[in-house]
């Protein structure tokens, strides 16, 4: 009960403050909402302009996140917010990657569907790669 309602302090924290903080700051914010799964706060951080293509120290982005975390509607949010769909990170993984190595197969999916032809070559050469190893 008393860790529930601190989550829910940090979740008003969050929302609250998401009208007075930097650009910066929102970065932080979106990726700490995306890595909470909550479609409401990252709805909110994304409406007061959020860059979702920011990186943190390993080069993740907001969309590295929520693919990390199996959430196709938060995808969805962060892609609609301008997120590039396969951007690597520090080591060159991709959020495809991500989804892949973690058999995610539902991001796997929304992902190829959301990306390029060639996007989709690729993806398909990577799970025929996934599957038969």
């Known amino acids: ?77 962060v892609i609609r917010a301008g997120a590039t769909i396969n951007p690597p990170n520090t080591y060159s993984i991709t959020p495809l990657i991500v989804a892949a190595q973690r058999g995610q197969m539902k991001t796997l999916c929304y992902l190829i569907g959301k990306g390029t032809f060639l996007l989709k070559i690729i993806s398909l050469f990577m799970f025929l790669i996934l599957i038969l190893s």
Do not use: P
């Open 1 to 77: 009960m008393f860790k529930a309602g601190l989550f829910r302090q940090k979740q008003l924290w969050i929302a609250v403050s998401a009208r007075y903080l930097a650009k910066d700051d929102l970065v932080l914010s979106v990726s700490i909402a995306c890595e909470l799964e909550n479609v409401d706060m990252v709805g909110l951080i994304l409406s007061y302009g959020a860059t979702v293509n920011q990186r943190c120290g390993q080069g993740w982005t907001a969309l590295h996140e929520a693919v990390s975390r199996n959430n196709t509607e938060i995808c969805e949010m």
